[in-house]
């Protein structure tokens, strides 16, 4: 039987899920019954049917199960969460043979589902396109064993390499990407849990840091302001999504949208702020700018991807974009070249 086949089959699946699983990660299953794939499903939303439920439900034959073999991108569960474990499902429908992606980084699985699988009699299979798996769910995999969200770092530059103009008459943005990326960037909040800006990019364009041009769920706002710069009748402040405003001082006032969070600015400012989103259980970030706060995780060394949009606009002088060095990744969105760039020294667990 080929495992490999069917597995890229539960990835594709699992990619269903992006964004809007959190905190759960995106898994996917498929049931196999003599070569012939007989049931197949996806995890949705977090509370809702894992996807070994949804495969086992899709089979229209259940007499067939005890012959068969479930695959599963990600280790079935154990434990009792919003849903019931899935090995127990396994277990309860006689599926002798299980083929696992990868293990469950969470300390809640870690190895616990496969060995109560096997201890029930299953032949058990792991590791089976295992790197794949693993970036299939590299902000899960970053978040349980670095303890800190996946960073993604965005930006878009001019032909000349600048980020935006020196002087601006208006607190509204200058685009220099096309509007094609500019919809491709709405989608990707969609994906992220949260998206960060810096003071400056606030004060200066007035940013609504939602997700307007793309249907999903609206990441989390995070905003640097030390000193209570930005004014308040600023769009972060509209209630629209949830808002987390990273400060110096303490005393503002909070409501169920806007929270304040003080952190020591004297000190690894990038590593206080992803220790932030980790204890509010964030799993990715997007940060969006401006240079100095991109500037400042990649000096930190506290990124792990970063997507970068060339536009066709000449600003002639300005604010200098950040640089990175070899790209992983180059395409074209109408004429913007977009550049996608790794941190390979972040990603030994993938």
Request: charged residues 20%; aromatic residues 8%; glycine residues 8%.
């Amino acid at each position: 039987m080929d495992h490999q086949y069917y597995m890229r089959r539960c990835i594709e699946l699992a990619q269903n899920g992006l964004g809007t699983t959190y905190p759960n990660p995106m898994v996917g299953a498929v049931i196999v019954h003599e070569g012939q794939i007989i049931g197949e499903g996806w995890h949705r939303k977090a509370g809702g049917p894992h996807a070994e439920v949804v495969a086992v439900d899709s089979v229209k034959d259940k007499t067939l199960l005890p012959q068969s073999t479930i695959y599963v991108s990600l280790e079935p569960c154990s434990h009792f969460g919003k849903t019931p474990p899935c090995c127990d499902l396994i277990i309860a429908q006689n599926i002798p043979n299980v083929v696992v992606g990868t293990v469950d980084p969470n300390e809640k699985v870690a190895g616990s589902g496969i060995e109560k699988l096997r201890a029930a009699g299953k032949r058990v299979t792991v590791g089976v396109l295992e790197r794949e798996c693993r970036e299939l769910n590299k902000r899960f995999f970053t978040f349980h064993h670095q303890k800190r969200p996946y960073v993604v770092l965005k930006w878009a530059q001019s032909v000349d390499g600048f980020i935006a103009p020196a002087h601006k008459n208006s607190r509204q943005p200058v685009w220099i990407s096309n509007s094609y990326s500019q919809q491709l960037v709405h989608k990707w909040r969609t994906e992220e849990q949260a998206i960060l800006a810096g003071t400056q990019t606030v004060v200066d364009d007035n940013p609504k840091l939602t997700a307007r041009d793309w249907s999903g769920n609206q990441p989390v706002r995070i905003v640097i302001d030390k000193s209570n710069r930005i004014p308040k009748e600023s769009h972060i402040f509209d209630n629209q999504a949830p808002t987390i405003v990273l400060t110096g001082t303490v005393g503002q006032t909070q409501n169920d949208a806007v929270k304040f969070v003080k952190i020591d600015f004297s000190s690894d400012v990038p590593r206080q702020i992803v220790n932030v989103l980790y204890d509010q259980g964030l799993q990715s970030v997007i940060v969006e700018g401006g240079a100095k706060t991109l500037q400042s995780f990649i000096d930190a060394n506290c990124w792990d991807e970063a997507r970068v949009f060339t536009g066709q606009t000449v600003l002639g002088q300005g604010i200098v974009a950040p640089t990175l060095e070899r790209p992983v990744e180059k395409r074209h969105i109408g004429r913007d070249e977009l550049l996608i760039f790794r941190n390979h020294d972040q990603h030994d667990y993938l």
